[in-house]
């Protein structure tokens, strides 16, 4: 019987000492709290040196990137309004007379924004009789004429109900296309493409014939 009354009591005792030590930690951890010095302002780190928790979400998962609104007025410029290189707006701005023929109609889209020359070649060509040389500004620029010429010259055609062949040469380089329009073409060439094949002096050069001494 007093072997029992000893496993009580000792049960008791264990019982009452795991109370004493919660207790006592509570209060250590309760004394600690109270000794922490309050956040000073200049142990806060400036607000450009914080991390953002929208670029940063693996060290906030609760944190609800929806939730935030974006203030963007310090990159975007309501007023800003985009600057259209000159060659485009005078495009945007010709005027092509209805009753144009389809060669008028390529010389007054090409020649609203770039150099042209137009060359009759007739009489000692077979395959055409006028070409229209167009230098533009850059290849960005070559392409976006060339383009505008495919849709007046498509639209042109609409307009009157009839078909005519296009053949575009080139849409993948970068210095020169050619426009196929059967009586005459349309080449369209970088400076640097236009100075260094110089179209206009090989087909306006004239070929003498070869003397006889030269013979």
């Known amino acids: 019987m007093s072997r029992t009354n000893d496993t009580i009591l000792d049960k ?7 109370q004493d030590d919660i207790h006592e930690e509570l209060t250590e951890h309760s004394r600690k709290e109270e000794d922490v010095a309050p956040i000073k302002e200049e142990d806060v780190a400036p607000v450009n040196e914080r991390l953002d ?17 974006t203030d963007d007025s310090w990159y975007v410029d309501p007023a800003f309004t985009p600057q259209i290189p000159l060659w485009q707006r005078r495009m945007q701005e010709q005027v092509v007379p209805h009753d144009a023929t389809l060669f008028d109609l390529c010389r007054v889209v090409v020649e609203s924004s770039a150099k042209v ?11 055409t009789s006028r070409m229209i040389v167009v230098e533009t500004k850059s290849s960005r620029h070559m392409h976006a004429l060339t383009e505008d010429l495919l849709k ?3 639209e042109r055609n609409r307009a009157k109900g009839i078909e005519v062949t296009i053949n575009v040469d080139g849409r993948e380089s970068d210095d020169w296309v050619v426009v196929d329009l059967g009586s005459f073409v349309v080449h369209l060439m970088t400076p640097e493409a236009h100075q260094t094949y110089d179209l206009v002096k090989l087909w306006t050069t004239t070929i003498r014939a070869p003397t006889e001494e030269q013979e």
């Open 53 to 69: 928790p929208t670029t940063m979400p693996d060290l906030y998962p609760d944190f609800d990137a929806d939730t935030v609104e």
């Open 12 to 18: 008791e005792r264990r019982r009452q000492q795991a």
């Open 152 to 154: 007046a010259i498509k």
């Open 117 to 127: 020359d137009v060359l009759d070649v007739g009489d000692r060509c077979d395959w």
